[in-house]
């Protein structure tokens, strides 16, 4: 796998979707959650057209994401099998998940 794709301008952790981490999400192997990491945030970008594609790589990313076409880039097929697993992750954990609204009376209590 030569990549040809620019490493992010940052870490990509997406704490949004995986607040456990890429790593321990159980959707990844090592190697591709440490290529996520390094490479996500360019990823993303390139996909949601924040970035302009600099190589021929990244061209040839942009194309197949926006055209669905099938494609042997071992980016290509990554960015989709992050895509899935973004859309089926179905619980978010919150403070407030399991809490249900409570209401209280206190008309039959005197004031002290």
Sequence with gaps: MTNMIRAGRRKFYDDEHFA???ERSGFFTISEANFLVEY???LNGLSAGN?????AAESEFVACMQSNIASNSYEVKLWR????????VTHR???NSSRTEQHYSFEGY???
Excluded: F
């Design 20 to 22: 456990g981490g890429i």
């Design 40 to 42: 996500g945030d360019t």
């Design 51 to 55: 970035l302009n594609p600099e190589s």
């Design 81 to 88: 099998k992050y895509i899935k697993a973004v859309h089926s």
């Design 93 to 95: 954990a919150s403070a």
């Design 110 to 112: 005197d004031e002290a």
